[in-house]
């Protein structure tokens, strides 16, 4: 029961990459490529794991979020204010792409539940929402219930997925066997962009900071940490085994994506999906631009209230981009798809500033620094680098 009062930050990072991204990429690489790409999800879950722990450690251990402590650690004005300039622009850039997949999301729910396919003016519906839940500040209450039902619709995934039987042979081949090729290496980064997201990784310091206030629990936050992604990971490896039933089929709208849970919930799979899609949205679409103006108000230093005309600014200019680019008349899936990619671009200059700050001593004393993480750590940066190289030439 102590263990159980302890748990929070993970399960919120966990809860916060199982939107509406993962459950579009997720499905699209098990319906498009069976299970050759589960290797991909792995690895995405993998490379969470141990860049969340570094983002906590060092929240642990400084009693600052990521932000402040990448302001007051570097003494050279001039690094400074390049490196603030950096992370504003990549939080700024990758969570304006981020929520215009968390609206379109939403919207597709709200199309599915109505049947409705004029698309244009639900993104507008659901900024409208967000506004106002964000502009008030009462958004906890609504938050918990939204994400009572993703997870309903995470577990169903998973439930799915046993009662569809997969190929274990397949199954294995997909985990151990890395297939890249130019059909599926969009598909690859927006898996990757869609896990290892990176205001999550700025969040977790704020978070683990907040919730204790001792060093002590450096061991229970890593295990709840650990054991919360994990779980994550599991859903979505759910989500591609679930949509490798339909293997084969081109992945263009809602209907496409409810095929995979048409095994547990027949011909009521389209509004259970679109409930999901519609609560993972929204509750996404508040999260996201609330987590860039955090980093805005830690990267400036500013102490002003979340209510504050700046603060307020900064959240809107988000939540804005994200309804605008949703309204472009673009297949809603390719939306969520860019989206997820854009994100994974991101993901090494992060992670670069990440294992910087880590193995910082004037920040972490080597009590708190372990080489077989930062050796990892390593690793991540450079699969990411190559595999987002290849993408942005893929592209161009």
Known sequence: MKWFRDIGPGVLIAAAFIGPGTVTLCTI????????????????????????????????????????????????????????????????????????????????????????????????????????????????????????????????????????????????????????????????????????????????????????????????????????????????????????????????????????LEPLYGKFAIYFLGLGLFASGITSSITAPLAAAYVAKSCFGWNDSLKSRRFRLVWFFILLTGVLISMININPIEIIKFAQFSNSLLLPIIAIILLWLINNKNIISSEYNYTYQNVLGVFIVIISIILGSKGLISLL
């Open 29 to 260: 690489a098990g319906a498009s490529f069976g299970y050759s790409l589960i290797w991909a999800i792995i690895l995405s879950t993998f490379s969470t794991i141990v860049l969340q722990e570094m983002s906590l450690r060092i929240g642990l251990v400084t009693r600052m979020n990521l932000a402040e402590v990448i302001r007051t650690s570097i003494k050279s004005v001039l690094l400074n204010r390049f490196i603030i300039l950096l992370i504003i622009s990549s939080i700024l850039i990758g969570n304006a792409a981020y929520e215009a997949g968390n609206i379109t999301g939403a919207s597709l729910g709200i199309s599915a539940i109505l049947n409705n396919q004029s698309f244009n003016y639900f993104p507008v519906l659901i900024g409208i929402i967000a506004f106002i839940i964000l502009y008030q500040g009462d958004y906890k209450i609504i938050e918990g219930s939204l994400i009572f039902l993703v997870i309903v619709m995470s577990l169903s995934f998973f439930i799915t997925a046993i009662i569809t039987k997969p190929d274990i042979t397949n199954l294995l081949n997909g985990m151990f066997k890395p297939k890249i090729n130019s059909d599926n290496l969009i598909i690859i980064l927006g898996l990757i962009g869609t896990t290892v997201v990176p205001y999550n990784i700025f969040l977790h310091s704020s978070l683990v900071s907040e919730k204790w206030n001792s060093i002590n629990k450096l061991k229970v936050a890593r295990l709840e940490s650990f054991i919360s992604i994990l779980l994550g990971g599991i859903v979505s490896l759910s989500i591609i085994i679930t949509a490798a039933s339909v293997s084969n089929q081109n992945v263009t709208g809602v209907m496409d994506l409810a095929k995979g």
